[in-house]
T-cell receptor, first 114, second 113 residues
């Protein structure tokens, strides 16, 4: 049973560019959340998708957008990249009707913005 | 918004108990969580406690909740080298339900031989 998979694992972009990160949830999961983890910090909630809709959003600007596909996989898009967007981006999946807060995390996509 | 505070480092000797502490601001949090992150890996849910409980025990792990003081702790009995990791306290982002989570900055648990 594959867990949460994310791609790419590492990428380097320059300021002003756009990036797309991808996530496949754990089998049987229908809810995907995205988190940003800066170096030395805890993960910060970006948004959550359920039934292809953004269900909840954290305190992130509109440059951060997402999408969920019918197969429950998800993308995170960041436009007009800033140096401060350099971080580990974590995807977490869960079952909409499952145990509370039981998020299964991928290993993340490390984004470096130069 | 919700604020979750943890001390950044804890050093213990192998075989001793580790106690990791956390304070939070939103008293309406229904569930409170402990996650573990090992080097180069994603986060893993260790345990959680419902807000109407004072204590939950799961093998070597004991979670204590003091709702009055908004204080949560995680005790690891007989700490082993494999317990070396970053431990995150987390509460629901919106203060209720089970959607997004607000995490603390994490406590680095260092095990001395």
């Amino acid at each position: 049973d594959a867990g949460v998979t994310q791609s790419p694992t590492h990428l380097i972009k320059t300021r002003g560019q756009q990036v797309t990160l991808r996530c496949s949830p754990k089998s049987g999961h229908d809810t995907v959340s995205w988190y940003q983890q800066a170096l030395g910090q805890g993960p910060q909630f970006i948004f959550q998708y359920y039934e292809e809709e953004e269900r909840q959003r954290g305190n992130f600007p509109d440059r951060f957008s997402g999408h969920q596909f019918p197969n429950y996989s998800s993308e995170l898009n960041v436009n007009a990249l800033l140096l401060g967007d350099s971080a580990l981006y974590l995807c977490a999946s869960s079952r909409g009707q499952g145990a509370p807060g039981e998020l299964f995390f991928g290993e993340g996509s490390r984004l470096t913005v130069l | 918004g919700e604020d979750v505070e943890q001390s950044l480092f804890l050093s213990v000797r192998e075989g001793d108990s580790s106690v990791i502490n956390c304070t939070y601001t939103d008293s309406s949090s229904t569930y409170l969580y402990w996650y573990k992150q090992e080097p180069g890996a994603g986060l893993q849910l260790l345990t959680y406690i419902f807000s109407n409980m004072d204590m939950k025990q799961d093998q070597r792990l004991t979670v204590l909740l003091n709702k009055k003081d908004k204080h949560l702790s995680l005790r690891i009995a007989d700490t082993q080298t494999g317990d070396s990791a970053i431990y995150f306290c987390a509460v629901p982002y919106s203060g209720g339900g089970a959607d997004g989570l607000t995490f603390g900055k994490g406590t680095h648990l260092i095990i001395q031989p």
